[in-house]
């Protein structure tokens, strides 16, 4: 399967991550846990991260596959 992990940085320091596996946000510092809990709780959000994954991973695998088939 396909996994995304979408991090958000600040000050060069990872506060909240998305995994596409658990299909939640998960916070890393108390700014971090605020907005895991307020965006976990919305549907338009999580939705937004499940597509990016349809969109953008899974478009881009098979391109990178046929690629690799390709030079084989």
Do not use: M, P
Not at 30 to 56: C, M, P, V, Y
Not at 60 to 72: V, W
Request: charged share 20%; with cysteine; hydrophobic share 35%.
């Amino acid at each position: 399967g396909i996994e995304l992990i979408d991090s958000y940085v600040f000050n060069q320091a990872e506060y909240i991550r998305f995994n596409s596996t658990v299909g939640r946000f998960v916070g890393y510092t108390e700014h971090g846990l605020k907005n895991a809990e307020a965006w976990n709780s919305d549907a338009g959000i999580l939705g937004q991260e499940q597509g990016e994954l349809e969109r953008f991973c899974k478009h881009n695998t098979a391109n990178h596959y046929s690629a690799i088939l390709d030079k084989t």
